[in-house]
């Protein structure tokens, strides 16, 4: 994987496959709403072992029933084709837990 930041253009061209998705302080960000606490508890373990599996963590907000999801490469300072490619992972398990 590229160990170093996209251009502007690249992130762009990447969250137009993800349009849910958004470029925030230097992130890319998504919220999911779900049905209620225990779908929204559920789907941020299945997250967590994703973010284990790739050795890549983003930072996740759990709240009643909403997960946010905020990701960027903190060792470059920027964003790489490994924060896509954790939010590609995300957006193929979400709808398992019911998140729109």
């Known amino acids: 994987m590229a160990k170093e930041s996209l251009s502007p253009q690249e992130i762009d061209n990447r ?58 490469s903190h060792d470059v300072g920027g964003i790489t084709d490994r924060d896509f490619d954790l939010a590609a992972r995300v957006e193929e398990i979400a709808p398992t837990h019911g998140a729109l």
């Open 15 to 72: 969250l137009a496959a993800l349009p849910e998705w958004s470029l925030e302080d230097g992130k890319i960000t998504r919220n999911y709403q779900l049905t209620d606490h225990f779908a929204a508890t559920a789907m941020v373990v299945h997250v967590a072992r994703i973010q284990q599996e790739l050795n890549h963590h983003s930072d996740l907000t759990l709240g009643y029933n909403t997960v946010d999801i905020a990701v960027n």
